[in-house]
């Protein structure tokens, strides 16, 4: 986790339209969760873009997302964005990694941690 985590801090990230590149993924990403399960605000995610961090194989293959209140980062697979391997899909659960905590310094305990999809939109959907 220590190298990967550095490498996704400091990846890039920005929002791109429904039109444009990655405008699938953003539109995933609004529909699943459309308050952040970190910082509990309504969010309007920005796409990681690998393309100039070089991270493992297995990490190549996630979608992430920053939230721009918070700049807390959480991936998912590509395959469950792009609802490939349906079949996969019914029998595995669906888990999102939360990747960095952003300035939810209290928070540092989750990084790294997977947890079911449906789990996260719990938290994003409780009020403190």
Request: charged residues 25%.
């Amino acid at each position: 986790m220590g190298d990967d985590s550095r490498q996704v801090s400091s990846m890039e990230f920005k929002r791109y339209g429904y039109m444009f590149f990655g405008g699938n993924v953003t539109q995933w990403v609004d529909k699943t969760f459309p308050s952040c399960p970190l910082c509990k605000k309504p969010s309007l995610w920005e796409l990681g873009n690998s393309g100039k961090v070089k991270l493992g194989w297995k990490n190549n293959m996630r979608n992430y997302f920053r939230c721009p209140n918070c700049m807390g980062i959480i991936s998912v697979e590509m395959a469950i964005v792009q609802k490939r391997y349906l079949i996969r899909s019914l029998f595995k659960e669906q888990n999102a990694r939360i990747e960095s905590v952003g300035n939810n310094s209290n928070l540092q305990h989750l990084i790294g941690q997977e947890y079911p999809i449906k789990t996260l939109q719990e938290w994003a959907s409780k009020t403190e």
